[in-house]
């Protein structure tokens, strides 16, 4: 079988998803993980972190490229001080098998494209910040990728399991840098979006989260571990941004896009026409009130990309545990 040649490229290092999608992709013999880009917030130390989780899955020769830290509007990101938790040990941050390549993120993934036409799949799990310079340094890549396969946006209105809205126009990754969801949408990508609401099916169940509890596997040690240190954390993130702390759960955002490169049938996929809009937020609970939100909007237009709407969530949870602790 021929593998599925994989560019990962992450904000690892807040939530512990992105480490699950690494660690699923390491685990699967369906992917030629080709390397690993990072993103957003101090990328240098996501790309260390990465380093590290690769080490854990025993893969430390896959390449790590830091990337862009800042949108392209040059506005601002915060760095919590809690990223790597769960992942990173003392003397981490001063290990040299941990320093990732001298190449950065924009032209790993066009060289890597450019070398392997048709054949590279680019998975976005973060800001879409170094897919769009990479577009625009190199417009050919966008008829040499294979797929794009984007965590982010919104389509259809959240109201999680308490019967509350979740500020679902307000999509982290998409909104982290606007102008390069912009680009990314116009490019003309054979684009998949995985969208949030979606991705908010799939908290990881907690017979699974004592399964890898009770492993004596080393990957399902490690995911454990990034479990255990996760909801506290989360808490003091939102904290931080001033959200309401009730309403967290260890949701598996990230692995769900590698699942998916491995067996579309884990999600309902529809083609539909996503726009890219700004807008004023309506929802009441939101506690910062902007006027520059971007939403995801669909529209009865020409298909622009395949959409997700639905997920076989105990298929796909099963799935990632089976491979966790193989
Ligand atoms: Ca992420």
Avoid at 55 to 64: E, F, R, T, Y
Avoid at 280 to 306: A, S, Y
Wanted: proline letters at 6%; hydrophobic letters at 40%; a negative charge.
């Amino acid at each position: 079988m021929e593998k599925k040649k994989l560019i990962i490229d992450t904000d690892v290092g807040t939530d512990f998803d992105d480490a699950f999608a690494l660690l699923l992709a390491c685990q699967s013999d369906e992917i030629e993980l080709l390397g690993v880009t990072t993103v957003w917030s101090n990328a240098y130390e996501r790309a260390r972190i990465a380093k590290k989780v690769l080490k854990i899955a025993g893969k430390l020769d896959i390449p790590v490229c830091a990337g862009i830290s800042k949108p392209i509007d040059g506005s601002g990101t915060v760095w919590y001080g809690y990223e790597g938790g769960g992942i990173m040990d003392e003397g981490d941050d001063v290990d040299p098998s941990l320093e990732p390549e001298k190449k950065h993120a924009v032209d790993f993934i066009i060289d890597t494209v450019m070398a392997n036409p048709g054949e590279v799949t680019v998975i976005t799990l973060g800001s879409l910040s170094n897919l769009a310079i990479a577009i625009v340094k190199e417009p050919r890549i966008v008829e040499n990728i294979k797929e794009v396969i984007s965590m982010g946006g919104v389509v259809v209105p959240v109201v999680d399991k308490m019967g509350i809205t979740r500020s679902p126009i307000e999509e982290y990754n998409f909104n982290c840098d606007k102008i390069a969801t912009k680009i990314v949408f116009d490019a003309g990508l054979n684009f998949t979006m995985i969208p949030i609401d979606v991705t908010l099916k799939v908290p990881v169940p907690p017979s699974d989260v004592e399964i890898l509890k009770n492993s004596d596997r080393p990957i399902a040690k490690a995911a454990w571990r990034m479990l255990e240190v996760w909801p506290e954390q989360e808490k003091m993130l939102y904290i931080s941004g001033g959200v309401p702390t009730e309403h967290t759960d260890l949701w598996m955002h990230d692995p769900l896009c590698v699942a998916v490169l491995v067996d579309r049938s884990f999600v309902d996929l529809y083609d539909l026409h996503i726009d890219i809009e700004y807008g004023p937020t309506f929802i009441p609970r939101d506690l910062i009130i902007r006027d520059d939100i971007l939403r995801t909007v669909p529209k009865k237009l020409p298909p622009n990309c395949h959409v997700a709407l639905g997920v076989r969530s105990k298929d796909f949870t099963d799935f990632i545990v089976k491979r966790f602790c193989k």
